[in-house]
């Protein structure tokens, strides 16, 4: 099953409201440091409610950590950017794929998004708006690969 990662996440709702969606999906999921707040944060508990004990959490302290563990792992990092090459739509996912999501000030930096086995965008129609907001882009790409690896039968 796909797995989230977020790299250097900065506010703790979107961050509790994303481990809510990967609780009610078994999704594991992936922090990567640093972080902008305490995983203790109440903010980011009140987001997740009282979901976190079903949370498959993973704590990285740093990007050379995570990729430590994703090379014993195996499986292709499929960067979520605004300057992804391909919609995720049009993008054909796998069991053992990483979805790489960036901070929601910066998204992720250049260095990662370069390295990553494909960059996907999530199309938007209106021109002035920058990005959606991080629990909703992770959303939007996680179901898309459980239904397209039939995850939602």
């Given amino acids: 099953m796909p797995?989230?990662?977020?790299?250097?996440?900065?506010?703790?709702p979107n961050t509790g409201n994303i481990g809510r969606t990967c609780a009610a999906t078994g999704t594991e999921l992936h922090l990567v440091g640093p972080?902008?707040?305490?995983?203790?944060d109440r903010y980011l508990?009140?987001?997740?409610?009282?979901?976190?004990?079903y949370v498959k959490l993973h704590y990285h302290e740093s990007w050379e950590a995570f990729k430590a563990e994703h090379q014993l792992r195996g499986g292709r990092t499929l960067g979520f950017s605004v300057r992804g090459s391909c919609s995720y739509v049009d993008f054909q996912f796998r069991d053992d794929d990483w979805l790489l999501f960036g901070s929601e000030t910066t998204g992720l930096p250049l260095e990662i998004v370069t390295g990553c086995d494909a960059t996907l965008y999530i199309p938007m129609s209106e021109p002035g708006v920058r990005s959606l907001n991080l629990s909703v882009s992770v959303a939007v790409g996680l179901f898309e690969a459980r239904r397209q690896l039939g995850y939602l039968q």
């Fill in 3 to 12: 797995q989230v990662v977020l790299v250097n996440p900065l506010i703790p």
């Fill in 45 to 53: 508990k009140r987001a997740g409610l009282d979901y976190w004990p």
């Fill in 35 to 40: 972080l902008g707040f305490e995983i203790s």
